[in-house]
């Protein structure tokens, strides 16, 4: 059984190294390096995208909350999906014109202010580490689970996949691992899917019924995770507004060559991730019926194990060969998304201190083209680090705070400053300090006085802080102009920022 | 990309474009003002804010009544399948339509009008 688990793994882990080495030769300026040198097609980017948002979190968390808490693990993840609407027609395009690397790239272009950049990657830096943090988490305790292996070895063995993957491939290798892992996970969902039916004779609502009879009525009503009123609407505006202040979502769309391939990429990952999405509803109520609740409890207190137990049972059941086959090859695909998402949060966070912090506003750009690489390369090794660091600190930890804090802080702190950077003539550099810093504060505080952090003794009763951080960041954006004063010459500047932003005016970064 | 366009001319590396252009922000005043821009700003917004605003108030609607009114969601559809699934369904359903509607018209107008844009920059520059 583990020999086989191995096996898999190594097979895996083997064929992403080969995408780095073939990679690694294709890396040689920043521009590659940050962003594949803008050359990716629609289809490369759109599936690599899936890949970024298909984390752990989603594979094996979706389903789960849909075996155990029924309706609400469902609207989970629709919210995922809506997420990109706005993303798709608001952010992705104007991002993509008006920056080169990152998300302070945007920003400096517009404010022409290394403070405002400085903001940017605060704001990138904090989201990052919270995003990457329970994603190592989950790592090691699945690697644990299926290797023996202790968790500290686990996520010292992340840790240097992802540096790896980073370090010698830049975004060339993070980009082509992450489109292996969508192509293996949505391949695992699709057996898995039309094996449950078969399992049902092909009537998927026969599913429905009997999770109804088994767990009764409650579990296809909303409310059992998402108890208080505003939980849901919370939790969706955490998605429709934090995904598009996700930097490692956001840097994807440097990767293309121009807003028509960013849209086109933006469909495709939202119909590769959004019918990976809605399945998982199938996914969650066959493991409530095939292996059933306790059993699932029994594995993983939060249900995370509800998918590859699932994949267990069709497989033949726990002791057989298929069985076995089925949940090696699950388990071995979970740590690859993990690998491939902690590899692209690593990247977005270099860029942010190399690119941003050491290149544009410690040296004023003026380094060369053979030192951003370098620093680029540093910077990795230093994040790569740092998470491990955190990773190690976060066994035990309820780590569940921290998924929340990083949406939640993605919404409150760079949405905002974003979406007024784009649209605000009067928007300035204080404001964008104003808004990344009581985004930030409101963000955590709200989300360590809640439930998730103090369970009954919530003081702040609503799980995800958005629907309150996210009116005050935006307050705190708007305190910020307003104290920063109008400057005419900065106004003055929008016009020719907005040309560029929906225009496209500098398509060919490159050339 | 048509690089046959003259507004190629204006496509310079990033770096080096501290341009002329820039620096006369009564050019790009008259830019962002020329009827072109203007019409493809107009373009986009015609499509972006009812696709977007009918989309978002469907989605806060949904999440309003799994917050407030329960038992609606739980009335019955077909067999155990009841109102709260079908608007989970329908939500998969109206982004994958939202999604293609925008990306069909944008691909079809955002550029065309885009290229004009530019073009009519580079004319109506005074350099």
Known sequence: ?511 | MSAMLPAQALVTNRDTEASEVQSDSGTWAAAVASPSFRRLMTTKARLVWPLLGASLAFVVAMTLLAGYDRPFMAIKVVGAFNVGYLMILMTYLLCWLVAVIYVLVANKQFEVQSRQAIADLKIGSPR
């Not at chain 1, 550099?429 to 919530?458: C, D, E, N, R, Y």
Request: aromatic share 10%.
């Open chain 1, 1 to 511: 059984m583990i020999g086989l688990t191995v096996g898999i793994f190594l097979l895996i882990l083997s064929l992403t190294l080969a995408i780095t080495y073939w990679a690694a030769k294709r890396t040689n300026t920043a521009s590659e390096f940050y962003a594949a040198g803008g050359s990716l097609s629609a289809k490369e980017n759109g599936f690599a995208l899936a890949g970024d948002w298909m984390s752990a979190a989603a594979f094996l968390g979706f389903s789960g909350l849909v075996a155990l808490y029924g309706m609400d693990g469902s609207l989970y993840a629709v919210a995922a999906l809506v997420g990109f609407l706005v993303v798709l027609m608001l952010i992705a395009e104007p991002m993509r014109n008006t920056g080169r690397f990152t998300l302070g790239d945007v920003i400096a272009e517009r404010m022409q202010s290394r403070h405002a950049r400085l903001a940017a990657v605060v704001g990138t830096i904090v989201v990052n580490l919270a995003y990457m943090v329970p994603q190592m988490a989950g790592a090691g305790a699945l690697i644990k689970l299926m290797l023996g292996i202790s968790y500290d070895a686990s996520i010292v063995l992340v840790g240097i996949g992802m540096i790896v993957y980073v370090l010698f491939g830049g975004m060339i290798a993070t980009t082509w691992v992450q489109i292996v892992k969508a192509v293996l996970l949505l391949a695992a969902a699709i057996v898995l899917v039309v094996m449950l039916l078969a399992a049902v004779s092909f009537h998927p609502l026969t599913l429905f019924s009997s999770v109804e009879q088994t767990y009764g009525s409650k579990m296809l009503m909303p409310g059992n995770y998402l108890k208080h009123p505003l939980d849901a609407l919370s939790l969706f505006m955490s998605f429709i507004f934090g995904v598009a202040g996700l930097p490692h979502i956001m840097t994807r769309f440097y990767t293309v060559p121009d807003a028509r391939t960013a849209r086109k990429s933006v469909l495709w990952l939202m119909f590769l991730a959004g019918g990976f999405f809605l399945v998982t509803t199938l996914i969650g109520f066959a493991a409530a019926t095939f292996v059933g609740q306790p059993a699932i409890l029994a594995a993983d207190k939060g249900g995370n194990l509800a998918l590859p137990l699932l994949a267990q049972y069709l497989g033949g059941g726990a002791g057989t060969l298929g069985g076995q086959v089925f949940l090696a090859a699950i388990c071995a695909i979970a740590f690859a998304a993990i690998l491939a998402v902690v590899a692209g949060l690593t990247l977005a966070s270099s860029g942010a201190i190399a690119h941003d912090l050491y290149v544009n506003v410690i040296r004023k750009g003026r380094v060369s083209e053979h030192d951003q690489v370098r620093v680029a390369k540093i910077a990795t090794l230093a994040v790569g680090a740092i998470a491990v660091g955190f990773g190690l600190l976060a066994q035990g930890i309820n780590v569940g705070v921290l998924v929340i804090l990083a949406i939640a802080v993605a919404a409150s702190a760079n949405f905002p400053i974003i979406f007024l950077s784009l649209f605000w003539r009067r928007f300035n550099t204080a404001g964008v300090i104003g808004g990344i810093a009581v985004g930030l504060v409101s963000s955590v505080v709200l989300a360590l006085l809640g439930p998730a952090f103090l369970q009954g003794k919530a003081i702040f009763p609503i799980v995800n802080p958005t629907i309150l951080s996210m009116p005050l960041g935006f307050l705190g954006a708007l305190l910020g102009t307003w104290i920063g004063g109008r400057n005419p010459a900065h106004e003055a500047r929008f016009d020719a920022f907005s040309f560029k932003a929906h225009s496209g005016m500098v398509v060919n970064k490159e050339q």
